[in-house]
């Protein structure tokens, strides 16, 4: 049936005319001429496209002149002649027959999107030939293959389609992964910007709270976490390329610590404190202090630095890695510890590393102030600045300057690893030209007998040895000279002095600006070893300047180390020009090993030689407030949803010498996030697993032998050590194992998914879930842990000796064969097969050992010194500040609960459920409000009671009180709570002591039962008097429903109170045992000490108001606000105190901050209340 033609007058859109497309449609038939497909005309989509246009706007035209024709019959003005209404309804007649055809093509399109596409590639390849009518022949296809041209037809068919969702009222919206990531990077530059980017892009974008939740949903903590391996897993697309031994990915591991701006905060959400250190449990610093008899052994201590790990790929593609913070004490035992198993994760996933790049260095020595440096050249002339000084002089002289030397650069004591250039001026090559040239001017020789740059250039271009040479001439030159001069004149004494001077820029320049600065340089087979030649050249010239101050050492030159460089700067130099040139060595052979299975390998950047990239990062972190304990994972979680888009050929290197980086398609947030939520479930399903298996048999942890040197410990060594041997595990190791702090086995777990490694995993388990493999597996784990006990027992004996520890001896085992004998079983043959996951296994136990360690040392200095573990009994308040702490806290929860979110009704819920919740919502806050009490409401009794001057001075009407029905349940809760939770908790545990003492406030059954009997006596003819107002309000609640309504508000409400009062005791242990850090220049306090930051109290007592109060701010928690000023004598209750959320939403990974009630001042009586004033 044909569609009813339309009745009133159509208006067209804003297209193009009926003559315009006829004038475009001659056009597109004459290019298919040209091109000689006039047989496609039938099938051409552009003319598809206007023929379809055509005739839209006939219809249109029709439409319009029908309407007016029939308004000029309405008007009796029947001036059309026949033949005009007979042309309108052929017209007519003829878009009718169109229709039919039209919605066919509309249907067609919808259900074949691909053909969609082909039409956008055919269009695009169009416009490639428009544009490139004169470049000659080009491969299109090659052209529309390339990844960012099916990103860009990703991008226009996703925005149309969504365009289209829009237009019709819906907001199921699809984002490709590119789309995705590159809205996350501009929503993680602010929220603010990226709303009005949102309101102003012509293409649909995710909403602000969705890159939000996406954004919470990427968490990054410090210690040990395996979300930013998952990311480099999913980035190589490990997966698909199982094949493979090893990945498209090799390169090195870079490390370098940050000073932080110290802070505590308490986070209530995650139930525990934040701003720790938290590393492995270094054997030494437990021993250690165990001879401290006056201070309990600490392992978490505030956090002060920083360390964090990188990995960068031969590629130059970086990872940021693991990082932890530690209290300014990191030793080489704890970095070992870190190396070994950041490794091990990265070869899990299939990365190879093949190097180590140590922290950058200036390689100078302060040459100012106490202990200066006097360098002296093999013959005893001296190395000093004047050269430099006397250069710049010279070309301030001169009309055109020939150097780039400026007051920076010729001051050595100015120099910084911050900014290299002026270090790097004052070794270029045209300051050394300028002194080169200057000294051969001094020894008269002529031009002919100069030597030049021309024959040393390498293929013509760079010249590469020149300045070493030409020290060398004038050397050999001032020498003739001097033989001459029998008395050494000063003129020559300073000529010798300056050609030392010359010489020791002239190596500077070719190790550094001729090779390990030049970025241009990429090393491969076939220019290493000359590379490698030169810097050598130059190392061997320092090398004898070494030697030189050593036989000065030994000829008794009392000041003989202030004639060459430090030796932590001399051994870093060495390190970092031999060890980057075996790193570059180590990848060409890998690349060669592994030919097959690797991509083409073709250079390494000179830029691979230091780790200015973690410099860089840090750099950026200070720019964006973000160097702090409490906000560092904010930083690193920011740079892992950054990255989350395809990766790009990096820029250092051309496209041809790299190759592809990725094996698969592209990567965005989404599909980050749901990779992590798939490892993270399916780990946590194994873990269940395993520890629903309730038929293991208990174990013994170690071997029943005897240990050596045990008669050389002290008692209470022998204490730890024999309670040590004393454990046993309840339900097996393998259940134990899954119990590990931080989820630390299952972690390992979680990284070897759908690898090769996780059939390791997967068998193991399964078999622990039967009595004879657990005990089997059980047995293997015993030999470990004997093991760490016998080093446990060495590391001991040897605590004083600096060339041993546990660490460095655990890491020696796992190189060790030993290791293939405990793994070895004839019950799991599949057991010893794989050695990473048997080292996976060592490192867990080896973290079990740690735990065990820690709490057998406690309980031995439990024994030992009781007093120190002693919590502190009794508040120590007065009953009328016990009274005050009631009104203020519990008050200010009830209030809080009443205000917040807590009993808000569901909008999104169905009508029977909103209104069921309504309902129960209406009951919580009925009951909240019977347990206060309105100011004109307090009788004599309450006021004498529960009502104290204090208060009064306080309550201008703003502050929540708790009526005397509830007062008494109340007291004894804000009791429990001082008793639980003090200053001696934090001293214990400070990381998991609020999360500890919360669970044991909440679990007290004894006051639960308390508060509902307070509830239900008010049912009770024993209960308050009829008439009374909290009776009245609580017998608003139904009798049935009473217990379903307390079950209901009494975590939340206690839950409040314990996190208000903690924050109380949790400011004072914070002012007491964390320093507060001002705000540093970058990087100035990584060689400072602590002990130099006040070394007089003169210094203290010159602090600039500013730093004042930095430190007031960092040392107090904040404040629940003042109530309102209202008048004492209202009739109305009062109004609830305005404070923040106790619980508040997570910001960037970041716990905040409880906001605490008011402190305390003095009563006229002498007595001390709390105020909020």
């Not at 930051?1093 to 701010?1113: L, Q, T």
């Amino acid at each position: 049936m044909e569609p009813p033609a339309p009745d009133g007058p159509i208006k067209s859109d804003d297209g193009l005319a009926v003559s315009e497309l006829k004038g475009q449609v001659r056009q597109r038939i004459e290019v298919l001429n040209k091109q000689g497909k006039m047989n496609e005309i039938a099938t051409d989509p552009i003319l598809n496209d206007a023929a379809i246009l055509l005739s839209h706007r006939e219809a249109t035209e029709y439409c319009n002149e029908k309407a007016k024709f029939e308004e000029e019959i309405y008007q009796g003005n029947d001036c059309t002649p026949p033949a005009e209404i007979s042309r309108h309804g052929e017209t007519s007649q003829r878009i009718k027959r169109g229709d039919h055809p039209m919605e066919e093509a509309v249907k067609q399109a919808n259900a074949k999107p691909k053909e969609f596409r082909e039409s956008l590639k055919e269009s695009l390849e169009e416009m490639l030939r428009e544009e490139a009518r004169d470049e000659g022949e080009l491969d299109y296809s090659a052209l529309l293959s390339e990844q960012n041209t099916n990103e860009l037809l990703d991008f226009i068919q996703e925005s149309m389609k969504n365009h289209s969702i829009k237009a019709v009222g819906k907001n199921n919206f699809e984002y490709f992964p590119k789309l995705m990531g590159l809205a996350m990077s501009q929503y993680l530059r602010g929220p603010t910007a990226y709303k009005h980017w949102r309101e102003e892009s012509p293409v649909i974008v995710p909403h602000h709270d969705t890159m939000r939740h996406k954004k919470e949903k990427m968490k990054v903590r410090d210690g040990d976490c395996v979300a930013q391996y998952e990311r480099i897993s999913l980035d190589l697309n490990v997966l698909e390329s199982s094949t493979n031994k090893w990945s498209n990915l090799q390169g090195e591991l870079l490390m370098d610590e940050m000073h932080l701006q110290g802070d505590v905060v308490l986070n209530s959400s995650g139930n525990r404190t934040i701003g720790f250190s938290n590393d492995f449990v270094c054997r030494k610093k437990i021993f250690k202090s165990l001879l401290d008899q006056n201070e309990v052994p600490n392992n978490h201590l505030p956090a002060i630095k920083v360390n964090q790990w990188m990995f960068r790929s031969v590629n130059g593609v970086t990872y940021l890695l693991e990082f932890w913070f530690n209290p300014e004490l990191l030793n080489g035992n704890e970095l070992l510890m870190q190396c070994d198993q950041i490794v091990l994760r990265l070869e899990m996933i299939g990365v190879r590393v093949l190097g180590l790049a140590t922290r950058n260095q200036l390689y100078g020595s302060y040459s100012g102030g106490k202990g200066s440096k006097a360098f002296l050249s093999i013959d005893d002339f001296g190395i000093h600045k004047a050269i430099l000084k006397e250069s710049y002089e010279r070309d301030k002289r001169r009309a055109s300057k020939r150097t780039r030397l400026d007051e920076a650069s010729i001051d050595p004591d100015s120099w910084s690893k911050m900014n290299v250039s002026p270090a790097m001026i004052a070794s270029e090559f045209k300051t050394l030209a300028e002194i080169g040239d200057y000294l051969y001017n001094e020894l008269a020789i002529s031009s002919p007998q100069r030597l030049t740059p021309d024959r040393f250039k390498i293929d013509g271009k760079k010249v590469s040895g020149y300045f070493s040479e030409v020290a060398a001439h004038l050397n050999s030159e001032v020498k003739r000279q001097s033989s001459t001069d029998d008395t050494m004149s000063d003129r020559i004494k300073k000529l010798h002095s300056d050609i030392a001077s010359f010489e020791w820029l002239s190596h500077v320049h070719e190790i550094f600006n001729n090779t390990l600065m030049d970025t241009s340089i990429l090393v491969d087979e076939g220019n290493i070893d000359r590379l490698e030649a030169i810097v050598k050249k130059s190392l061997a010239y320092f090398g004898e300047l070494h030697k030189a101050a050593l036989e000065r050492r030994k000829g008794g030159f009392k000041d003989w180390e202030k004639t060459f460089l430090a030796k932590e700067t001399w051994r870093n130099l060495r390190i970092a020009c031999r060890g980057f040139f075996e790193y570059c060595r180590a990848v060409i052979q890998f690349s060669k090993d592994f030919e097959g299975d690797m991509p083409v390998f073709y250079a390494v950047s000179v830029a691979h030689s230091n780790s200015s990239v973690l410099e860089a990062w840090f750099s950026l972190v200070r720019n964006m407030r973000l160097d702090s304990a409490t906000t560092y994972g904010s930083a690193v979680g920011n740079k892992q949803m950054k990255s989350c888009c395809s990766l790009d050929t990096n820029g250092w290197y051309a496209k041809e010498q790299v190759g592809p980086l990725l094996l698969g398609s592209s990567v965005g947030p989404n599909e980050v996030i749901q990779y992590h939520q798939y490892c993270r479930n399916k780990a946590k399903e194994y873990a269940e697993k395993s520890l629903g298996f309730d038929h293991a048999p208990p174990t013994r942890v170690f071997q029943d032998i005897e240990l050596d040197h045990f008669d050389q410990l002290q008692d209470f060594e022998k204490d730890i050590v024999n309670r040590m041997k004393a454990m046993e595990l309840e339900k097996g190791f393998m259940q134990r194992l899954m119990m590990l702090r931080g989820d630390y086995f299952s972690d390992w777990l979680r990284l070897t998914l759908q690898t090769d490694h996780f059939d390791w995993f997967r068998r193991t388990i399964n078999s622990t879930t039967d009595v004879d493999g657990s005990k089997e597996f059980d047995t293997i784990c015993r030999r470990f842990m004997t093991k760490y006990l016998k080093l446990t027992v060495l590391a001991i004996k040897n605590r004083s000796n600096n060339d041993r520890s546990y660490e460095y001896d655990f890491h020696q085992f796992l190189l060790s064969d030993e290791l293939n004998g405990f793994v070895a079983t004839p019950k799991m043959p599949w057991f010893a097969k794989d050695r990473p996951c048997c080292v996976v296994l060592a490192f867990s136990l080896n973290r079990l050992m740690e735990e065990l360690v820690d709490t057998c040392s406690i309980a031995a200095w439990k024994k030992f010194n009781p007093d120190l573990y002693k919590i502190q009994e009794g508040s120590g308040l007065t009953v009328v500040e016990e009274n005050s702490e009631v009104n203020r806290f519990v008050g200010w929860a009830v209030s809080s609960l009443l205000k917040g979110e807590k009993f808000r009704s569901r909008r999104k819920e169905s009508q029977s459920k909103r209104e069921k919740s309504e309902r129960s919502d209406t009951l919580c806050r009925t009951l909240l409000g019977a347990m206060t009490v309105k100011l004109d409401e307090m009788d004599e009794s309450y006021l004498t009671e529960y009502y104290s001057e204090g208060i009064s001075l306080i309550n201008t009407g703003g502050l929540t009180c708790i009526n005397a029905h509830f007062f008494n349940w109340a007291k004894k809760a804000m009791t429990l709570v001082r008793q639980k939770f003090t200053e001696d908790t934090l001293d214990q545990d400070p990381i998991h002591g609020f999360e500890q003492a919360k669970r044991l406030v909440l679990g007290d059954r004894a006051l639960k039962q308390l508060f509902l009997a307070r509830v239900n006596v008010c049912y009770s003819k024993s209960g308050a008097a009829q008439g009374d107002r909290d009776q009245t309000l609580v017998r608003m609640v139904p009798e049935d429903e009473v217990a379903a309504i307390v079950e209901r508000i009494y975590e939340p409400l206690f839950q409040k109170v314990f996190h208000a009062r903690s924050s109380e005791d949790f400011r004072k242990w914070k002012k007491k045992r964390v320093k507060a850090k001002d705000k540093l220049p970058f990087r100035f306090g990584l060689k400072a000490k602590e002990s130099g930051k006040s070394s007089s109290s003169k210094k203290e007592g010159k602090k600039s108001a500013a730093s004042k109060k930095k430190n007031a701010s960092v040392q107090s928690a904040t404040k629940a606000p003042n109530s309102k000023e209202v008048c004492l004598t209202t009739d109305r209750k009062a109004p609830k105190l305005k404070v923040a959320k106790v619980t508040p939403p997570k910001l960037d990974e970041v716990g905040l901050q409880l906001k605490r009630p008011p402190e305390c001042v003095d009563e006229p009586c002498g007595k001390k209340v709390r105020t909020d004033r």
